[in-house]
């Protein structure tokens, strides 16, 4: 089994094209059963915070965003797990900010990441962003990384999948 934490600046590239969507989609549409899927209430926020900006400056029609609110409200309940915004996660977050100097909602998402690693001992967890800072901070902490936009993304997710992630 493989755990994956994907956070909002990946889940957003499987309901707009761009770089890293095909990656997205290969990770969500082919995964073996077991493999699980993690996000945080708080990429519900940003991503449904972000569709709204983008109709707001006029770069996507709002009957749009609505469509694709409605699918990811849909994959959100069929293929991911919300973990939710606790007291212990922003405790978590604060020491995350202290050690790796993130952006604040950057270290909710690792937090995050860290609990939910914590509890899956039996696997490896997989940080899925294309966020850099968080990547490198993800991996500094013992964390597997995947950026769907590195030019060798889908030959790294093919690898994760047949190594010890599972």
């Given at each position: 089994m493989a755990v994956y934490y994907v956070d909002a600046s990946a889940i957003v590239k499987r309901y707009r094209?761009?770089?890293g969507t095909e990656v997205v989609d290969?990770?969500?549409n082919e995964?073996?059963?077991e493999d699980r899927f993690y996000t945080s209430f708080l990429s519900v926020l940003e991503v449904t915070s972000g569709f709204h900006r983008l109709a707001a400056a006029g770069q996507l029609e709002e009957a749009l965003i609505q469509e694709l609110l409605a699918r990811f409200r849909r994959d959100l309940n069929a293929q991911f797990r919300l973990w939710p915004l606790t007291n212990d996660i922003v405790a978590e977050a604060m020491g995350v900010v202290e050690e790796h100097?993130?952006?604040s909602a950057d270290a909710l998402h690792l937090a995050t990441a860290l609990s939910i690693s914590a509890l899956a001992a039996d696997a490896s967890?997989?940080?899925v962003s294309s966020d850099r800072e968080l990547l490198r901070s993800a991996q500094a902490a013992g964390l597997a990384i995947l950026d769907p936009q590195a030019a060798n993304a889908l030959s790294?997710?093919?690898q994760l999948r047949r190594s010890g992630t599972r």
């Open positions: 094209s761009e770089q290969a990770l969500l995964a073996p059963p100097r993130l952006r967890l997989v940080m790294h997710l093919d």
